[in-house]
């Protein structure tokens, strides 16, 4: 069976919301971290910061939910080749950014989990501390070799992500 030309609809669509998701809660986790501050020094938090720190989790767990969505997607439909011309170590560095993009994605919520509704401190830190940094990084990475396809190579990566 040759390989598909783009992502699926579906594989789009999941990718996207996840980004939207992810750099929301990324670039936004104010509400969270002043409800932390007020638990830490034995405040009572107010229903705007209970409510922000909800909005901070749930975006959370969307992202947890739809992850897992995401691979049974993934899974169970083909996906595009590798670009023709591509040097090897090119696609192994994919592969890699790929498989540590899906464990941060994981990670993060299931931390953020612990953290907030188990209050167990070690995962707020490892949360709001090394995973955050990493998944940046790896964020930074993805962005930056799609780019590079594109701009570089000249090859259709991006196209395949975004109208197909």
Known sequence: ???????????RILHWLMALLIFFNLLFPDGMNAWR?????????SSADIASANIHAYAGIAVLLLAVLR????FSSDVPATPDGQ???LHYLAQLTHVLLYVLIFAMPLSGIAAYYLGI???AF?????????????????ILGALVQHFYFRSDVLRRMTIG
Request: hydrophobic residues 50%.
């Open 87 to 89: 040097p090897a170590f």
């Open 121 to 123: 401190d070690t995962a």
């Open 126 to 142: 490892v949360h709001g501390g090394p995973i955050k940094s990493l998944l940046w990084i790896v964020v930074v990475l993805h």
């Open 37 to 45: 501050r007020l638990i830490r020094n034995g405040q009572t938090p």
């Open 1 to 11: 069976m040759p390989a598909r030309a783009a992502y699926s609809i579906p594989q």
């Open 71 to 74: 691979l049974a997607v993934r």
